[in-house]
């Protein structure tokens, strides 16, 4: 009878759950009409045809949960580098890549010739974006736009995104069914947003239309197009590691500082086997992803250009070193000894709580390693005579902890 009674009170509860719930969803849904009639009437306004807006709309009549899903979440722990390059540089994806450069090497040196970005870059950035064309993503790029545009937090970028879509659509790129990309928009296989699409994809087959998904004369000419047009250097490599001398100071690391090579030269920066990297007017950085304790790269031009594409630098880096290893130049020669411990976000908020009570400023806690975080453990570390690399590592948290003890 007990048994009985709760299947009872649950079923009495699932009923009440789906009455208060059910007007919420209509409301939404006949907000979302409305907000797509709106939508639909200012495409029409720019030259969208009905025609083109019926096909790109058809099934498309609310919001996607998964895409507002995954808009929310945010990762548990922040990856380190070391697990970043372990997920994305592998013996298989090295031996694919080879393969392909060798099958479309006329294609590829064509792309060379006329935009000066060397084979071995374009298929890393392939391999990277796409995994050379198998993840592309799965989702209907109209609906996931229409979906984030609807949604108040970013909306205006992203209908300005939704209203390029329909412009793709109309120029007769893609059929809408066919214009299938990530989950926040990102299409085919060099994961173009619709306004990088349209600013710079390229018809690279001639046939009139620019297809990212399927032609892969399209793809890698776009994503050369896109290089190009950054500012990417052909003949020159993105960067190198290197070892850094004894007495290095840490404050000259980043992005934000660039000496010339012989200046780094100077400094006693070298190669990796110990000669010197030799004298020349271009301007490098140097960028330690892991610390201190982690590997060095001297990264140039194509490196900072690789960053107009994803800001990054692990996934700079990534697209460099492999590159070179198509090519069959070795593994990072200084990766950490041991795995690093990740940082999960409750641990980055409380270091970031941690500085502030140390008297450093980094705005809100956020669990978020961003720009300002990195700048204020570089300088705590400057006021306690530590290696300044602007490192979070979970040893830095920890001694974080132990000092704040010490000073209750």
């Given amino acids: 009878m007990k048994q009985r009674l709760c299947g009872v009170g649950s079923t009495v509860l699932i009923a009440l759950f789906l009455i208060l719930v059910r007007p919420t969803l209509a409301a939404e849904n006949e907000d979302f009409a409305a907000w797509l009639a709106a939508l639909r009437s200012e495409a029409a306004s720019k030259g969208i045809s009905t025609s083109t807006l019926d096909a790109a709309f058809t099934g498309v009549d609310q919001p996607l949960p998964r895409v507002l899903e995954l808009d929310r979440s945010q990762p548990e722990f922040v990856q380190t580098f070391s697990g970043y390059m372990q997920r994305r540089i592998s013996d298989t994806r090295i031996r694919r890549g080879r393969e392909l450069l060798e099958k479309h090497k006329i294609l590829l040196k064509q792309l060379e010739k006329q935009y000066g970005v060397q084979p071995q870059y374009l ?50 790129h893609i059929k809408p069914a066919d214009m299938t990309g990530s989950w926040a928009g990102a299409m085919g296989q060099c994961q173009f947003m619709p306004s990088t699409f349209t600013h710079y994809a390229v018809d690279g087959d001639g046939d009139g239309r620019i297809d990212i998904w399927h032609s892969l004369p399209d793809v890698l000419s776009s994503a050369a197009h896109y290089l190009a047009e950054s500012g990417w250097k052909g003949g020159e490599r993105w960067g190198r590691e290197v070892v850094l001398p004894k007495n290095f100071e840490y404050e000259l690391t980043g992005t934000g500082v660039r000496k010339s090579v012989t200046d780094w030269n100077a400094l006693g920066v070298k190669r990796l086997d110990g000669k010197p990297i030799g004298n020349g007017d271009m301007p ?67 270091l970031q709580n941690l500085l502030i009570q140390a008297g450093l400023t980094i705005g809100n806690p956020d669990g978020v390693l961003g720009t300002r975080t990195r700048e204020a453990v570089r300088d705590y570390q400057i006021r306690h005579r530590l290696k300044p690399d602007g490192y979070a590592s979970y040893e830095f948290l920890e001694m974080l902890r132990s000092s704040s003890a010490a000073s209750n």
């Fill in 123 to 172: 298929v890393s950035f392939w391999a990277l974006e796409s995994n050379f064309g198998d993840d592309t993503g799965g989702f209907s790029v109209i609906n996931a736009l229409a979906t984030l545009a609807f949604d108040p937090r970013r909306s205006d970028f992203f209908r300005s995104e939704l209203l390029t879509a329909l412009k793709i659509i109309q120029a007769g």
């Fill in 284 to 350: 490098a950085s140097i960028v330690v992803p892991a610390g201190a304790d982690g590997p060095a790269f001297l990264t140039y031009n194509n490196f900072r250009t690789t960053l107009v594409w994803n800001r990054s630098n692990f996934y700079a880096i990534a697209v460099g070193h492999l590159a070179d290893r198509f090519m069959g130049e070795g593994p990072i020669a200084h990766m950490p000894a041991r795995e690093e411990r990740a940082l999960a976000r409750a641990d980055v908020e409380e």
